[in-house]
């Protein structure tokens, strides 16, 4: 089973779309993460979710709004897709309750090309 | 300067070797410090956690952290070919701050 799942894996598109990548765990835990990894490996934090209440917004352009349906779901919309889009989009889970509030755990990642 | 820094490599030993992984970092808020490895085209695995200051080993690998000196290590015994793999620190300062602060990570290979 898997803890931190992502759809779809692979989104190629062109400059000016629209197009939304989802987000599940099955993990029980209470928040969730949005990261971007560019062509250089740099993993950022873009977004993150507690409870459904947004409580990390880093400084990322409006085009990408984040939803969280619920504790279990925080899904990605990214507006007018540009060029400097493209990269691998990590979600991520943790317990900040637990013991090691720290720890988490990655999906296998989104890779988005823009076109 | 950034907040972590970490060599990027990338770093080429031979299998049985000892590896030696390091960060360094500047904000002295900083108390919770894990490693990830990220094999390719895969999603980053924890692999040690660590709060505050001290070594903590898990088989092969132990993770050291010197917050005087701002300075973390995870050093690999006995390097596998399976090892290869980026390796990231991450690092957070807890409480209310959830958010963690990663290195760009090191590009490890280990040569059979």
């Known amino acids: 089973d898997t803890a931190v799942s992502q759809t779809p894996k692979y989104l190629v598109t062109q400059m000016g779309n629209d197009k939304s990548i989802k987000c599940e765990q099955n993990?029980?835990?209470?928040?969730m993460y949005w990261y971007k990894q560019d062509s250089k490996k740099f993993l950022k934090i873009m977004f993150s979710?507690?409870?459904?209440?947004?409580?990390i917004n880093e400084t990322v352009p409006n085009r990408f709004s984040p939803k969280s349906p619920d504790k279990a779901h925080l899904n990605l919309h990214i507006n007018s897709l540009e060029l400097g889009d493209s990269a691998v989009y990590f979600c991520?889970?943790?317990?900040?309750?637990?013991?090691?509030?720290?720890?988490?755990?990655f999906g296998p990642g989104t890779r988005l090309l823009v076109l | 300067q950034k907040e972590v820094e970490q060599d990027p490599g990338p770093l080429s030993v031979p299998e049985g070797a000892i590896v030696s992984l390091n960060c360094t970092y500047s904000?002295?808020?900083?108390?919770?410090f894990m490693w990830y490895r990220q094999y390719s085209r895969k999603g980053p695995e924890l692999l040690m956690y660590?709060?505050?200051?001290g070594n903590k080993e898990d088989g092969r690998f132990t993770a050291q952290v010197d917050k005087s000196s701002k300075y973390i290590s995870l050093f690999i015994r006995d390097s596998q070919p399976s090892d290869s793999a980026t390796y990231l620190c991450?690092?957070?300062?807890?409480?209310?701050?959830?958010?963690?602060?990663f290195g760009k990570g090191t590009l490890l290979t280990v040569n059979p």
């Open positions: 904000n002295s808020a900083f108390q919770y």
């Open positions: 991450a690092m957070s300062s807890g409480g209310s701050n959830y958010k963690l602060t």
């Open positions: 991520a889970s943790s317990q900040l309750t637990g013991p090691l509030e720290e720890t988490q755990y």
């Open positions: 660590t709060y505050s200051s």
């Open positions: 979710y507690n409870n459904k209440e947004l409580i």
């Open positions: 993990l029980g835990h209470d928040t």
